[in-house]
């Protein structure tokens, strides 16, 4: 008997206290809508809105409805009740501007007038005398943003007494690239396989389609490429069509269309056609077929992303064409049904000089010769998503072409799965650099949101990060950083302190002494990475094809570009790619002041300065020290900082999910593992050409050079 009521007990022990140890996961991403703790806001909160009036019947307008059951119900409890008429104060009106005869009592014209097709008004005022919070736009999409947009300032402990937010994407493309493969896995992935279960679909809809609607729509993300760009042809047939618009369906009620990669010789990979030629006829009809059946089952189907003559992937060039004969081909074909073509500028061949350079050789000519549907999509380094790159020097080169920036959230060069990295700072840098192209203050934020050229079709993409694994990204804080993209691409003058700040308060605690550390962590996250994987503009120097880890001494790859000696060409005068005229003169791509900065030894920063020149190893840096000692001090910087973070997470236990905090604890100490890694193995191999001595203060390496080399992955994730 007594051993029955142990059990029983240890079951109800279990059920209670399993809603701690299991609770949360981080499944829920930034829709946490946690119960308000703090008990003064609670009851503000209660008092500003005792219950909520939708108006209008729309899928969308029902997801809205559907948003503020759950979100108001759950953080101020269940006596939250729905309504349909205004016959008290305290109500939240929500409706689109000028359909609803409520709103329209609202002085609001001027300010919904601001906010286009997307932007949303959150406003406190009173219509018959009493009080209401009104949450409004011009179209339904805009009212579902405003309504997200509130009910996360709830999570983030806003104060809502007097709202007065009046907000609207600077961008109209945000879309999220997934390089998800038919099969399930995912290139580049580090979350597990891919969200979409291509076999079960169309019919079997997985609730987490739908919170993955939900969480984008929060962000504001409009767009979502489905597959890999390295493109299996047969995501094009009507197999694979019919799964796509099951998707679809459920996305566009959250505002999200679909595009799809397409591979540029499907028409004869899928055996339709002899060849893939943009002059033949044949072709282009095939592809005005292929986009008639598209859109005869997703009738706003957003159109294609096409990787060409990249990396072993067709293109027009296999016919003696340019990139733009190839865009234009795909652009006429989705031009009545106004698709649009996402045409990537990562194009390069094995064996050029400089890599760096090729994208805007082959590009910048061909400024103003694609069609108006076109949108040149261009990584936000010249070479391919380093830990630091200075920014492509195509932004502000193309003034006649759209563009989109396409910046990597999956962190293939940042410490992949296993790292803590919140991107808002890197992504920052790049927006933030100043371009020149039309004097001071051209920054790539204002190429990139139109302003500078005036281009009305404008974008920002980002490759994901989301995963089938049970918090979407592996790495909770792999969250922040789809968080930050989207948030950027609706305002890029956000700053990463904003962001970071926003997303703890919803993923971890409102209070002080959580947001406060883990801010601080978050911040200075990236440039650990760079300090210990590639300090001083090195770049380029990961384990062969996985890139996991560190192999500065790949030079064994039948590609030149592929090793990493091509890029950090250390020797024993120095180390560093000269790109000044007297190298590869990559810096003559930049505007003059951007160029001639870049060029001189004496202001290139040091933090780009092996990325721009070749320098001798006793050359002495702004800092005073050596290049070699001042290598390895960033490499231990590096190393110590991480150290930091396992210290401050440290702090935390007890303050937020445990669960949650012991997942990153342990990632943590894989981290601290790999930073001491890549120290060991660079410093050990860079020495074998400067063949200097580790000044004091730099840990000793554990193992010889030739362990490191030894050492490799074949199982490491995202490599397909
Ligand atoms: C590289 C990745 C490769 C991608 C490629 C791309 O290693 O897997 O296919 O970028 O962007 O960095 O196309």
Not at 56 to 66: I, L
Not at 164 to 191: F, K, Q
Not at 576 to 587: K, M, Y
Request: one cysteine or more; hydrophobic letters at 40%; glycine letters at 8%.
């Amino acid at each position: 008997m007594k051993k029955i009521f142990a059990l029983v007990g240890t079951v109800i022990l279990l059920a209670v206290t399993g809603s701690a140890a299991f609770a949360r996961e981080g499944y829920k991403l930034w829709l946490r809508y946690e119960r308000v703790s703090n008990l003064q806001r609670l009851r503000e909160y209660r008092e500003s809105i005792s219950a909520f009036l939708v108006e209008g019947n729309s899928p969308t307008m029902n997801a809205a409805k559907h948003e503020l059951r759950l979100g108001l119900r759950s953080m101020l409890g269940e006596g939250i009740s729905e309504t349909d008429k205004l016959n008290r104060s305290g109500v939240l009106v929500v409706g689109r501007y000028g359909t609803s005869s409520l709103l329209s009592r609202l002085d609001l014209h001027s300010k919904v007038e601001k906010v286009g097709s997307e932007g949303f008004v959150i406003l406190s005022g009173s219509i018959q005398g009493k009080k209401v919070i009104a949450i409004t736009g011009n179209t339904d999409i805009g009212v579902l943003y405003g309504v997200f947009r509130f009910l996360m300032m709830m999570e983030q402990d806003k104060d809502i007494a007097n709202l007065d937010v009046v907000s609207y994407p600077r961008i109209r493309l945000r879309m999220l690239d997934h390089w998800d493969n038919l099969n399930g896995t995912v290139e580049r992935g580090y979350a597990g396989f891919s969200i979409w279960d291509w076999h079960t679909l169309p019919i079997y809809i997985k609730p987490r389609y739908i919170d993955y609607a939900r969480a984008n729509a929060a962000i504001g993300i409009n767009g979502t490429v489905l597959n890999n760009v390295n493109a299996d042809p047969r995501i094009l047939t009507h197999h694979y069509l019919v799964k796509v618009a099951a998707l679809a369906d459920v996305f566009r009620p959250y505002g999200i269309k679909v595009y799809l990669c397409a591979n540029f010789d499907a028409p004869i990979l899928l055996g339709e056609l002899k060849t893939a030629n943009p002059l033949d006829k044949q072709v282009q009809k095939w592809w005005d077929d292929k986009a008639k059946e598209i859109y005869s089952l997703i009738p706003d189907f957003g159109g294609f992303l096409v990787k060409a003559n990249s990396e072993g992937q067709p293109g027009p060039s296999d016919y003696g064409l340019t990139q733009a004969d190839g865009a234009n081909l795909l652009a006429r074909a989705l031009k009545p049904y106004e698709g649009i073509v996402m045409w990537r500028a990562f194009v390069y061949t094995y064996n050029a000089k400089d890599r760096a350079k090729q994208a805007y050789n082959i590009f910048k000519p061909l400024d103003g010769k694609f069609d108006d549907n076109v949108l040149l999509q261009i990584k936000n380094g010249p070479l391919d998503f380093q830990p630091r790159e200075p920014f492509s020097p195509l932004f502000g080169a193309m003034p006649k072409t759209n563009l989109i920036m396409e910046f990597q959230i999956t962190m293939e060069y940042l410490g992949q799965g296993t790292s803590t990295v919140f991107l808002a700072p890197l992504f920052r840098e790049t927006l933030n650099s100043d371009t020149y192209a039309k004097g001071k203050g051209s920054t790539v934020a204002k190429v990139i949101d139109g302003k500078l050229d005036g281009n009305t079709l404008t974008g920002m993409a980002g490759v994901s990060n989301i995963g089938a694994d049970r918090d979407w990204t592996g790495n909770i804080f792999g969250q922040s950083s789809w968080y930050a993209f989207g948030r950027l691409a609706w305002n890029p003058n956000l700053t990463s302190k904003e962001i970071a700040d926003e997303w703890i308060r919803m993923t971890f605690s409102n209070k002080r002494d959580v947001v406060d550390p883990v801010d601080g962590m978050m911040l200075q996250s990236r440039e650990n990475v760079v300090n210990y994987m590639d300090p001083l503009g090195l770049n380029m120097i990961f384990g062969y094809n996985n890139h996991y880890g560190p192999g500065p001494w790949v030079d064994f790859s039948p590609h030149p570009d592929w090793n990493s000696t091509y890029y950090h060409r250390a020797d024993s005068a120095g180390i560093g790619f000269d790109r000044t005229s007297t190298g590869s003169d990559a810096v003559s791509q930049y505007f003059p002041p951007v160029a001639d900065s870049l060029a001189s030894l004496k202001t290139c920063p040091d933090r780009l300065l092996l990325w721009f020149h070749h320098v001798p190893w006793n050359y002495r840096l702004k800092t005073d020290n050596t290049l070699w000692d001042q290598m390895c001090y960033d490499y231990q910087a590096g190393v110590d900082s991480v150290r930091e973070m396992q210290k401050t997470w440290n702090s935390l236990k007890g303050k937020i999910d445990n669960e949650e905090w012991n997942n990153e604890r342990m990632l943590l100490e894989i981290q601290e593992h790999e930073a001491v890694w890549w120290r060991n193995a660079c410093l050990l191999y860079f020495q074998t050409f400067s063949k200097m001595p580790f000044p004091e203060g730099i840990g000793k390496p554990d193992h010889t050079l030739k362990y490191y080399e030894s050492l490799n992955f074949p199982n490491a994730p995202g490599t397909w």
